[in-house]
């Protein structure tokens, strides 16, 4: 082998959870952060795809066992038990997780949890709870009974999702009666505010992240029930609830919706601009660059030691002093942002990705936006200040208590909701 | 005695030298994918073939991955040698998991007792589940390829469904087993478990070509009529074939499980059992339906499946390819019998 120039690189390696790469969501944001890494702090990152999960430990391992790497990121709550063992192997390198609970699954094996372990996690109920306020309204707008959820594998942070998304539909549902309350009384039968609170919000756990049918076929059965819009909560299954989406589109010559549906992680918009209404983003990419600056400043064991459960990202978070937030309902402004990671993605398959031209997109979603009427953005915006201010909301579950948004992450909980909500 | 050497030698070397061709022609038409696509093949295989044997982590690893693909081999070879073409390992592979997962995370036993108690159980689900396909095909003549491939997506469902009763404190999987249901760590991700299954191979081994009830069902498999005549129950040739392949696939859910480190758990979405069971049948056609050339070919499938991990990271070729690469091989292992099954034909 010839002998190439000695540099010294830092590599930074990320490791994808079994929904793997081209999801134009979950794992494609930690990549796009991976990259944006690149840029600014001039590192060089490896993807690692996982396709089971036999592939994590030997991915782990095989990212720490580089001497150039400074960092291993492991994407996914289910990377935590492997993430766990691997950075206890090699003490001397960084690694970080995201939506992991190393620490507490370390806690609850009884081993002191790794100092060279960051857990990154993200208030997803909170965004949640805007998407469906958002969905209940549009729901009212239009007289449809329901709103659906497709989700993937049922672990605690989807119930994350799941719960706030139908509680921030119940507190759309009330902040329409309090703000209307003739409107509300004359709605007609087949308005979501005269469906029982327990079926306003359809809702599926396909048990997987990579099965993009099984997000097609629950979408489907959603929109036959005549829900407005579906939330995609299980990464590429999206692509599913889209081609759902589009059957109806073609059968009944619609250019834009309803049937909505909305999308998550990254700003969805652009997959199909006229029936993506919103997107919940959940900034990985922002997880990624976060923890690279973290290394790069020599700062990221502080930083572990300082908030050992992990760095927390949001709406309104702060970490190390630093406003740093995490969570977002997609807005026009953040649109270019996503085109060109549809851009990215054509370039790397040769495939088509994009809909129509990046500038078609923008007009066609504005115009999607411009369609709803005012009082829809109103309602949201109400409910996404109220979020920030960090105050109680609202009293959804009886308790003669207000709440602020739950995140719901035990059994237990998830219950006492889903008894409510169904 | 020098001569049946030589005799048996001769034998080996027509199928190792189609396999080894087929092997070969993979990975060429693997090559050229790769700088069609813009890659070093030379560097990728290097990274891939070092990092899979180059090493003893990496021969460790190459056989964590080898362990389950050795079971579900034999699956589809036992069936083959029967006259069977049973494509229902994955079913079996996933209720033998959850045999094994109920009996390691949720029933105390002794240690010792109890990792064998979970391992028979995970064998036992998994000829529970092949059975029903046996008999049908027993019975009622119904094709094996159509009520396996059935039983496999009822397997996935029902799999799913008694994870999420056989969950601990964490729904996306069942309740780890045990301290004294797991098998000891060797290194790296490799167990103990890898005793038990080679064990089984040899046992298969000696079934099939060293007892009566072996030479029975090879020959109802190769010729039923023949086999008839000289009054073997092709019926109970194929009810065998079945059984030793549930048990095969059943052990192969049970060591995910049993000696699935770190978690120890069968996962909800199969995501740590799922596509062994039809990686098995190119693993047994690559070695020739023979449970111990089917080692030496899970080794292999093994090492691409390790080493295509350091291949992404060192030549940033994607990992799939060693998928495609599989795919190929056994297209090139069918061409000779597809050729002689279209001479004959046109004689």
């Known amino acids: 082998m010839i002998a190439k120039p000695e540099k010294a690189v830092s590599k930074i390696y990320v490791v994808s959870d079994i929904g793997g790469r081209g999801d134009l969501s979950f794992n494609d944001m930690a990549f796009k952060g991976g990259e944006e890494a690149e840029e600014i702090y001039g590192v060089e990152m490896v993807e690692l795809i996982s396709t089971t999960e036999a592939d994590y430990l030997p991915n782990l391992r095989t990212a720490a066992r580089d001497s150039d790497t400074v960092l291993v990121v492991g994407v996914g709550y289910l990377l935590t038990d492997a993430l766990l063992e691997v950075a206890q192997e090699y003490p001397d390198k960084n690694f970080a997780g995201i939506d992991t609970f190393t620490y507490w699954a370390a806690l609850d094996a009884g081993i002191t949890p790794p100092p060279n372990m960051m857990d990154i996690v993200y208030e997803e109920h909170k965004g949640s709870a805007l998407v469906g306020a958002l969905g209940a309204l549009l729901a009212i707008h239009y007289d449809k009974p329901h709103i659906g959820g497709v989700f993937g594998i049922e672990i605690p942070v989807l119930w994350k999702f799941e719960i706030a998304y139908k509680w921030g539909a119940e507190w759309a549902v009330r902040w329409y009666e309090s703000n209307y309350p003739s409107d509300y009384a004359a709605e007609p039968s087949t308005s979501i505010v005269n469906t029982a609170t327990d079926k306003r919000v359809l809702y599926t756990y396909t048990g997987t992240f990579s099965d993009i049918t099984k997000g097609y076929e629950a979408a489907s059965v959603m929109y036959d029930e005549d829900a407005v819009a579906v939330f995609n909560i299980a990464g590429p299954l999206g692509l599913g609830i889209n081609q759902a989406v589009d059957e109806i589109a073609t059968a009944q010559s619609l250019t834009q919706g309803p049937p909505f549906w909305i999308g998550v992680d990254a700003n969805q918009d652009w997959i199909n601009p006229g029936f993506v209404i919103s997107s919940m983003m959940k900034r990985v990419d922002f997880g990624v660059t976060r923890a690279t600056e973290l290394v790069r400043k020599g700062l990221f064991r502080d930083a572990i030691e300082e908030s050992p459960t992990g760095m927390l990202l949001g709406i309104g978070t702060e970490v190390a002093g630093i406003p740093m937030e995490g969570i977002s309902v997609s807005t026009l402004a953040d649109l270019d942002e996503f085109i060109e990671m549809g851009v990215a993605a054509e370039e790397r398959t040769g495939e088509s990705v994009l809909p129509m031209t990046p500038d078609e997109i923008r007009t066609t979603a504005a115009a999607l936006r411009a369609a709803q009427p005012d009082w829809i953005w109103t309602a949201v915006g109400e409910l996404a200040d109220k979020i920030r201010a960090g105050d109680p909301i609202a009293d959804l579950d009886g308790d003669g208590e207000l709440e602020t948004v739950p995140a719901a992450t035990t059994q237990e909980v998830v219950d006492s909701w889903r008894a409510i909500f169904g | ?347």
């Not at chain 2, 994870?163 to 249901?181: C, F, I, Q």
């Not at chain 2, 048990?247 to 770190?262: E, N, S, W, Y």
């Open chain 2, 1 to 347: 005695m020098i001569n049946r050497i030589v005799e048996g030698l001769r034998d080996l070397a027509r199928p190792v030298g189609q396999s080894v061709f087929a092997v070969l022609v993979g990975l060429s038409i693997g090559a050229l994918i790769m700088i069609i696509s813009g890659n070093n093949p030379i560097a990728a295989y290097y990274a891939l073939f070092k990092g899979a044997f180059g090493s003893l982590s990496g021969w460790l690893q190459t056989l964590t991955f080898a362990t389950p693909l050795m079971l579900t081999a034999i699956t589809f070879a036992v069936g083959m040698k029967a006259g069977i073409f049973n494509i229902g390992a994955e079913g079996q592979v996933y209720v033998g998991a959850v045999g094994a997962a109920w009996v390691g995370g949720w029933i105390a036993l002794p240690a010792g007792l109890h990792v064998a108690a979970a391992t028979a159980f995970g064998m036992l689900f998994g000829v529970l589940w092949a059975l029903p396909a046996a008999l049908l095909k027993i019975w009622r003549g119904v094709h094996e390829v159509i009520s396996t491939i059935m039983f496999n997506w009822i397997a996935f469902y029902f799999a799913m469904f008694l994870v999420g009763h056989l969950a601990g404190e964490r729904a996306e999987l069942t309740k780890p087993a045990m301290a004294s249901a797991r098998y000891a760590v060797l290194g790296e991700s490799l167990t103990s478990v890898i005793f038990v299954v080679i064990a089984l191979c040899v046992l298969v081994y000696i079934l099939l070509w060293r007892t009566r009830t072996g030479y029975e069902l090879r020959l109802a498999g190769s010729n039923p009529d023949a086999a008839r005549y000289a009054g073997i129950s092709v019926r109970r040739a194929i009810l065998i074939s079945f059984i030793v392949g549930g048990l095969a696939a059943g052990l192969a859910g049970a060591a995910q499980v049993l000696g699935g480190h770190p978690s120890w758990a069968l996962f909800k979405g199969m995501g740590n059992v799922a596509n062994y069971g039809f990686m098995g049948i190119g693993i047994a056609l690559i070695g020739r339906n023979h449970p111990i050339g089917g080692i030496f070919a899970a080794i292999f499938y093994g090492g691409l499946l390790n080493g295509r991990i350091a291949m992404q990271a060192e030549a940033g070729v994607y990992s799939e390819l060693v998928y495609v690469i599989l795919g190929i091989i056994i297209i090139s292992l069918a061409i000779p019998d597809l050729l002689a099954i279209v001479k004959k034909r046109f004689k």
